[in-house]
């Protein structure tokens, strides 16, 4: 069965703290995995894509990383800051039927950063 | 410019009624999407549209049907509202590359 699992289900640090927050999944075949960050009552934005071929991509204070062995992949946020509180969520694009690909969401992880 | 936008903002309305949300993008995109985000905060596809052709249905009451005028608009109509179908949704538009989706700011509908 396809499916992205994510952990931890919430978290809090302090602000200027780093994090890594963990995206499993088992979807196959695979093409692309995203990270996208949704603030409260507003819509998800893409943080970072990463096809196979890509280890690590970076977006700011946001590193992903991607072991498409083990079908894992991390963000980590470094320096934290109040702004970062939010849900994050691990997308996984896969193949099926062909050229007919298709989108499983993470449930979410959702970040507190404390003062 | 906003990029994807939906309207309403906020929708309130009683069980039974028939209700429509409507969805524009200005980026050129020929895919859209709408999601449902329940109380769990997650989110749920329940449609997609290329270039006004549905590709994607997922498992979604038949009470919800899309209508894509052009590839540019993508609106949601539901008819004979439950109390289950409180919730935000969300549209979305993905260019040919797949690369990334951009959501709108969704709509947060409360059945009573």
């Known amino acids: 069965k396809n499916q992205v699992e994510q952990s931890p289900q919430s978290l809090i640090i302090l602000e200027g703290k780093n994090c890594t927050l963990q995206?499993?999944?088992?979807?196959?075949?695979?093409?692309?995995l995203r990270w996208y960050k949704q603030d409260t009552g507003r819509g998800p934005v893409s943080l970072t894509i990463?096809?196979?071929?890509?280890n690590t991509k970076s977006n700011g204070r946001y590193t992903a990383t991607l072991d498409a062995d083990t079908k894992q992949s991390s963000l980590h946020i470094t320096a934290s800051q109040l702004s970062d509180s939010a849900s994050y969520i691990c997308v996984v694009r896969f193949f099926y039927g062909g050229a007919t690909n298709k989108l499983i969401f993470g449930t979410g992880t959702l970040l507190a950063v404390q003062p | 410019d906003t990029a994807v936008s939906q309207t309403p903002k906020y929708l309130v309305t009683q069980m039974g009624n028939d209700k429509s949300i409507k969805c524009e993008q200005n980026?050129?995109?020929?895919?859209m999407y709408w999601y449902k985000q329940d109380s769990k905060k997650f989110l749920k596809i329940m449609f997609s549209?290329?270039?006004?052709?549905?590709?994607i249905n997922e498992t979604v009451p038949n009470r919800f049907s899309p209508k894509s005028p052009d590839k540019a608009h993508l609106n949601l109509h539901i008819n004979s509202l439950e109390l289950g179908d409180s919730a935000v949704y969300f549209c979305a538009s993905e260019g040919a590359k797949q690369e990334t989706q951009y959501f709108g700011p969704g709509t947060r509908l409360l059945v009573l």
């Open positions: 980026l050129g995109h020929d895919t």
């Open positions: 990463m096809t196979f071929s890509e």
């Open positions: 995206c499993n999944y088992t979807v196959s075949p695979f093409s692309n």
């Open positions: 549209y290329n270039n006004k052709e549905l590709i």
